[in-house]
């Protein structure tokens, strides 16, 4: 039977990849709905192509634009606002929901999708960073599937036991191998990093992604909070979890056995391969990847990642180790902190420091509702811009 899927965060990377996996089964999969932010051009070539039902910006302006460029002959509805968002990702007549919006902004729809018992194809880990417990409670109670599309989850869950139930000592498993490509800057000491410019940052050696995700993965933060969703996703502790870093980013991650076996998924850095499998699970379908060459490869090299310089991940072990509101407060104080970087307003170094700084004022609490998840975003939010305005950095 033909799928319906809607595309949260269409114009990006991981929707542009997703796309071209639809485009390569038609008998498949029918595009419903596609969302993104301010990408009017793009989002106009899409829906000339794939011709959903709705398509979804940001805000009423954009909406205006692309309006005004669409045929009059134009099937697709053009909404804009969270709430068309919501709506488009839990439509009874959606079958499947990727969700790759980037950042918080994810948030909403993609728990949407789940209280509606979607399968949802899970690229945007910020959900589960932020509101963990309620996201899984909501694929619980709502009989979603939840398929992980990151690529290092992904390469998890293909070489977990297909039987698992969340108990990794009654699977016979030791620990989860999360890889990490060590980013641009690997190698270097926190002196040398100090005048490194975005344009640099986003300069990634293997992946082709975002400026966001891009930043996040140079400060190594991309792998802290992969770390943080793989606890929430495979029912562990951080203990259970061990960063390495894999400067080719063949391997995309490992399982380790009780026996001495390690399970790994390995393919070229594109994204395609864990969109294709989490679309089509069980199944495997063609994604337009090319086959890995190892002669090619020739070797594979592991390093333990440099804490030390790079202190982003260190500081999400602690924010998973505090629990409750700490890890949407990791979140948004990145996210500030992040695009602050990018406009060249704070030193590439400053991300970790002005993150800590956060952290360190924020009172604990438990993140047991919507509200008290999204409280503390935005007081996060509001304390690190505050920082920014207040100290010299």
């Not at 599937?145 to 036991?161: K, R, T, V, W």
């Amino acid at each position: 039977m033909t799928q319906w899927i809607t595309v949260l965060g269409s114009t990006g990377s991981i929707g542009c990849s997703t796309l071209d996996v639809v485009r390569r089964h038609p008998e498949k999969y029918r595009v419903y709905a596609l969302t993104a932010a301010t990408r009017v051009a793009e989002m106009a070539g899409q829906i000339a192509e794939f011709s959903p039902r709705y398509a979804v910006l940001a805000n009423a302006d954009a909406a205006t634009q692309l309006r005004e460029q669409l045929p009059d002959e134009c099937v697709t509805e053009v909404l804009n606002g969270e709430e068309a968002l919501i709506e488009v990702a839990s439509d009874e007549r959606v079958d499947q929901v990727m969700a790759a919006i980037v950042g918080a902004a994810g948030l909403l729809p993609t728990l949407a999708a789940a209280k509606a018992g979607k399968r949802v194809l899970l690229a945007n880990k910020e959900s589960l960073v932020m509101a963990g417990p309620l996201f899984l409670d909501a694929v619980k109670t709502g009989g979603a599937e939840l398929l992980p599309i990151d690529s290092e989850h992904n390469a998890i869950f293909q070489s977990m036991p297909a039987d698992y139930a969340g108990n990794l000592k009654a699977s016979g498993i030791r620990k989860i191998l999360l890889t990490a490509s060590g980013g641009p800057f690997r190698g270097r000491e926190s002196c040398e990093l100090a005048d490194v410019t975005p344009s640099q940052a986003v300069a990634h050696p293997n992946w082709s992604m975002g400026a966001k995700i891009s930043v996040d993965s140079a400060t190594l933060m991309n792998k802290g909070l992969e770390l943080i969703e793989a606890c929430f996703l495979f029912n562990c502790d951080a203990a259970d979890v061990e960063v390495v870093v894999h400067p080719e980013s063949v391997i995309h991650s490992m399982v380790q056995y009780c026996d001495g076996s390690v399970l790994a998924q390995l393919g070229q850095p594109d994204m395609r391969t864990p969109i294709a499998y989490g679309m089509a699970w069980p199944e495997r379908i063609e994604a337009g990847v090319e086959p890995l060459n190892l002669f090619d490869i020739a070797r594979l090299n592991f390093e333990a990642p440099d804490e030390e310089n790079f202190p982003c991940l260190a500081l999400a072990r602690i924010a998973f180790a505090q629990g409750g509101t700490m890890p949407a407060v990791l979140n948004a104080a990145n996210e500030v902190a992040v695009a602050a970087f990018l406009r060249e307003d704070i030193r590439f170094t400053t991300i970790p420091e002005l993150i800590k700084k956060v952290m360190d004022q924020h009172s604990v609490s438990d993140a047991d509702s919507l509200d008290s998840v999204l409280s503390a975003d935005s007081w996060a939010r509001t304390t690190a811009e505050r920082f920014l305005r207040e100290e010299d950095f």
